[in-house]
């Protein structure tokens, strides 16, 4: 009976490490998010360019224009380039592959530059540092020290005349925007 209750505390205080070590991730790339950010809208829809919806997990507005990105949650060595359909990981004993994921970043890209029109559009998709592209990292992945570092905001002065400027087109871009259903539909 001691033996079972021991199990018991150990797996819960696995869970519980597990749990906290994700949670460190993602407040890592919240952070980051909140530092780039001049403005942002998360799980929203657009008009995508086959009149249709097109979810954005994450649409910020930034010193450099406006960015569109979409975050994976994978550690581990990642296998993919720009050019394959599948990319694959390797975690600790564990491999799975999953779809390309640039294609329909470009597509949200795409969706977004025609309601944006004047202001410049970046997309790319935010893996964690604890995910290694060390056979080489496809163009539109970014990994959040490199998301904070390029875009930084700049000094006050130079920030405000940004904001001046790219705030009209932010607020069509907002205008256009709808609650995501995925998020409606969870609430």
Request: glycine share 6%; net charge positive; charged share 25%.
């Amino acid at each position: 009976m001691l033996a079972v209750a021991g199990g018991g505390v150990f797996a819960i205080a696995v869970l519980g490490a597990v749990w906290l070590w994700r949670r460190r991730k993602e407040g890592k790339l919240r952070s980051v998010l909140k530092a780039i950010a001049i403005s942002s809208q998360t799980d929203v829809t657009l008009p995508d360019t086959n009149r249709g919806k097109i979810h954005l997990e994450h649409l910020i507005f930034t010193a450099k224009g406006l960015l569109v990105l979409d975050v994976k949650n994978i550690s581990g060595v990642v296998f993919g380039s720009d050019a394959t359909e599948e990319w694959t990981t390797i975690d600790n004993a564990q491999r799975f592959s999953f779809r390309n994921p640039q294609p329909a970043l470009l597509d949200r890209v795409a969706a977004l530059k025609l309601v944006a029109r004047d202001i410049p559009v970046e997309g790319y998709v935010v893996f964690p540092a604890t995910a290694d592209f060390s056979k080489g990292r496809p163009s539109h992945v970014i990994q959040p020290d490199e998301l904070a570092e390029r875009f930084s905001k700049p000094a006050r002065a130079d920030l405000e005349r940004i904001t001046d400027a790219f705030s009209p087109q932010w607020e069509r871009v907002v205008a256009t925007c709808e609650p995501s259903f995925k998020l409606a539909a969870s609430a």
